[in-house]
C-alpha cells in the first residue's frame, strides 16, 4: 500500500524557515516522482515543486524559485521541502503526492499527474 506521510509544519514568525518531509513507503522509490502541493483555505491546490527520484532532476514553480528547495534522500525513501524567507502568503497545507515517473509531465507540476497522496502538513507563517 503506498503511504504517503508529511511532517514538519508548524507555525514560524515571516523570514523564517523550515523543512518539511516526505516519508514515503509502499513502491520502489526510484520509480517515481514526488511533488509538493499547497492550498490556502479558499484556493485551488497549487504546485510548488516536484523531483524525479531515479535521475534527482527537478522542477519548481516559478513564484517559489529561490526560496524552496526539494531534495531527497533516496536511502531513506524521504523527499524534504526546504521554505526560506517565509511569507505569510506561504500559510497553506503542504501535501506531498507521488506518481511514477514515466506518467508525469516534463517541466509543469500538475496535481492532475499525481495518484498518490498525504493528508498534509499545516505551515502557518504570522506577520
Known amino acids: 500500500e503506498v503511504q504517503l506521510v508529511e511532517s514538519g509544519g508548524g507555525l514560524v514568525q515571516a523570514g523564517g524557515s523550515l523543512r518539511l518531509s516526505c516519508a514515503a513507503s509502499g513502491f520502489i522509490f526510484d520509480d517515481y516522482g514526488i511533488g509538493w502541493f499547497r492550498q490556502a483555505p479558499g484556493k485551488e491546490r497549487e504546485g510548488l515543486s516536484y523531483i524525479i527520484i531515479s535521475d534527482g532532476s527537478t522542477v519548481y514553480e516559478d513564484d517559489v524559485r529561490g526560496r524552496f528547495t526539494i531534495a531527497s534522500d533516496n536511502a531513506k525513501n524521504m523527499v524534504y521541502l526546504q521554505i526560506d524567507s517565509l511569507k505569510p502568503e506561504d500559510t497553506a497545507v503542504y501535501f506531498c503526492?507521488?506518481?511514477?515517473?514515466?506518467?508525469?509531465?516534463?517541466?509543469?507540476?500538475?496535481?492532475?499527474?499525481?495518484?498518490?497522496w498525504g493528508v498534509g502538513t499545516q505551515v502557518t507563517v504570522s506577520s
Open positions: 503526492a507521488a506518481e511514477k515517473a514515466k506518467y508525469i509531465t516534463r517541466l509543469n507540476i500538475l496535481k492532475s499527474d499525481f495518484r498518490y
